[in-house]
């Protein structure tokens, strides 16, 4: 089972919209495209669903082409950042119409709105009116409504974008487990890199309708393809180095990483560097930022070289201060030099 997008291209009049994207999502597989806005990720998405015509390459399942397959038979289910629920229908009316569709008996229906109900985390919500329903809770409907007629493939163009920032985090572990559970493989569209990482298997990151980089997430959070993926997976400094039997030397200092021998290029995120009183890395507060759970400080730690740096809340420097910072390898992504 199956997806396969071959070398697709997508015009809006003589504006290509994505240039020659190839992928493969797998079974089970959640698969996050990852962009700015406007670099063509609703535009592929919207393509492989069939909502776009191509103007050239292929979308298939298990080897065939699907180009003369109307979207409402290529059995994907799609949910979009606004859910677009039915509003004169109630919840259980909205998960049940794909069934309905299908010619589902009234108790295969219920009996699956009930299940689905139960995965997304509102069981007993079947005569809730959608209006009546929070963002979060009116996603889940729509995720639900998505999945009820056993979709081979889940379209999901950014799920969480309408959702309240503090609500997002907890509704990103939600529907990760919910996607595992569900065993459904996932075409996932988003903007926040945190969001594509914490759901996805693999990732693709896409800019100016080309994708610029695809694998594991793993791998391509820690080996950028170049400085502009490197920048878009937040990295805010790079910084050159060079890299010796496992171990990184740079301004900074020392690192120890796996990465092959010869000159390399450090990509630091804010994350990467915290205050430590023990740190080896000795630098000057330039200034600081109140975030909403920690502190982002901006350091001189050599000549010419400014770093962010995260500390406590409570730590509290001030301008002119001397610190210490320390370097966490997990915040650091690597590049080679161009
Ligand atoms: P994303 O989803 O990554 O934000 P889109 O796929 O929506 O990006 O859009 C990609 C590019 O195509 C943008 O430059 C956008 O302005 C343009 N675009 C999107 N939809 C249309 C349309 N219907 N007609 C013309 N241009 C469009
Ligand atoms: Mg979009």
Redesign the pocket.
């Known amino acids: 089972m199956m997806l396969t997008v071959t070398d697709v291209t997508v015009h809006?009049?003589t504006?290509e919209?994505v240039s020659g994207a190839s992928l493969e999502i797998g079974d089970g597989e959640v698969f996050a495209l990852l962009?700015p806005?406007?670099?063509?990720?609703?535009?592929l998405l919207r393509g492989i669903a069939g909502l776009e015509p191509l103007t050239g390459g292929t979308v298939a399942w298990d080897g065939t082409d699907l180009a003369t397959t109307p979207v409402h038979r290529r059995g994907f289910g799609l949910v979009f950042q606004d859910g677009q629920l039915f509003p004169h229908r109630d919840v259980a009316g909205n998960v049940a119409f794909g069934p309905r569709m299908h010619g589902a008996s009234r108790e295969e229906r219920a009996a699956r709105v009930r299940e689905l109900l139960e995965l997304v985390g509102l069981a007993g919500y079947e005569r809730r009116r959608v209006t009546e329903l929070s963002g979060g809770q009116a996603q889940r409907v729509a995720l639900a409504r998505a999945l009820a007629p056993r979709p081979r493939l889940l379209l999901l163009d950014e799920p969480l974008s309408g959702v309240d920032a503090e609500l997002r985090e907890q509704l990103a572990v939600d529907l990760a487990g919910l996607l595992r559970a569900a065993g459904v493989s996932t075409l996932l569209?988003t903007h926040d890199q945190e969001e594509a990482f914490a759901l996805a298997d693999r990732v693709a990151v896409l800019d100016g309708?080309r994708i610029l980089q695809a694998g594991p997430v793993r791998e391509v959070w820690r080996r950028p393809a170049d400085d502009r993926v490197a920048r878009f997976l937040g990295v805010t400094t790079v910084v050159d180095a060079h890299a010796a039997d496992g171990v990184v030397t740079s301004p900074l200092g020392t690192l120890s990483m796996n990465v092959e021998d010869g000159p390399v290029r450090l990509g630091l995120r804010p994350g990467a560097l915290r205050l430590d009183a023990g740190g080896d890395i000795a630098g000057e507060v330039v200034s600081l930022a109140h975030r909403r759970d920690h502190l982002r400080l901006t350091v001189r730690v050599a000549e010419g070289l400014v770093v962010q740096a995260m500390a406590p809340v409570l730590a509290d420097p001030a301008p002119g201060d001397p610190v210490r910072l320390t370097a966490d390898p997990d915040g650091v992504a690597i590049t080679r030099p161009s």
């Open positions: 809006y009049g504006f919209a962009g806005s406007g670099s063509g990720k609703s535009t569209v309708g």
